[in-house]
């Protein structure tokens, strides 16, 4: 069965700084991986996601994420943090068998970023 | 281009109705998804839907079912409400391939009183 942990309830960093948002995960072969940001009471917006080759992603809003498969991370990064980036965020694997279409959420991370 | 669109924003219910949530999904999305975010619980995966059936379930009683129709739209139909019921209901909706990235509507928040 895949799972994903997201070992930080909350990540707290200065305007400026770099923020990481960390993911673990669990699947059966090789997994897709994903990042989600919800902002209050709203949908999950899309930030990147990991497929194949090059380990590092980049994404919307000036997001990567490093893929690492010996230690079955995918941490989201920014280099430098905006107090627009406080909001909830989510790391998600779906596998590549019939059941696919299962994507599975980790518990979510909330970034606050202060000025 | 439109995106996924849910109905309605929000639902009021009693204790032992029925609610009926709609889904419309991207232009072109076969696929379908419906999760439940309920305070505290996180995101839990209902169900997975693509060209009308139903492929994939998540732990959740019978009383939770849906469909889709064959324009893509789906309904997630929640029958007995119980007061756990209240949540954010997400929708979903991708291309029917594995690596592509999952669209999400804006919700629609059900409250059972």
């Known amino acids: 069965a895949q799972s994903v942990a997201q070992p930080e309830d909350q990540v707290n960093v200065a305007e400026g700084n770099p923020l990481t948002v960390k993911c673990t995960y669990s699947?059966?072969?090789?997994?897709?991986l994903f990042w989600y940001v919800q902002y209050p009471n709203r949908g999950l917006q899309f930030l990147l996601k990991?497929?194949?080759?090059?380990?590092l992603v980049k994404g919307s809003y000036g997001f990567e994420a490093e893929f690492n498969k010996s230690q079955t991370s995918f941490h989201l990064k920014k280099p430098s943090a905006l107090v627009s980036d406080s909001a909830l965020y989510f790391c998600a694997v779906r596998d590549r068998g019939k059941s696919w279409g299962k994507l599975q959420f980790g518990a979510g991370t909330q970034v606050v970023v202060t000025p | 281009e439109a995106g996924v669109t849910q109905s309605p924003t929000h639902l009021i219910k009693t204790r032992g109705q029925q609610a009926t949530l709609r889904c419309s999904p991207i232009s072109g999305h076969t696929s379908v998804y419906w999760y439940q975010q309920a305070l505290g619980l996180g995101l839990q995966f209902l169900l997975w839907y693509d060209e009308g059936e139903e492929r994939n379930r998540g732990n959740f009683p019978p009383r939770f079912s849906g469909r889709q129709f064959p324009n893509y739209s789906s309904e997630l139909n929640v029958n007995a409400l119980e007061l756990e019921d209240s949540a954010l209901y997400l929708c979903?909706?991708?291309?029917?391939?594995?690596?592509?990235?999952?669209?999400f509507g804006q919700g629609t928040r059900l409250t059972v009183v």
């Open positions: 990991y497929i194949t080759g090059d380990n």
């Open positions: 699947v059966s072969g090789n997994p897709y």
């Open positions: 979903a909706s991708s291309p029917a391939v594995a690596a592509a990235e999952a669209f």
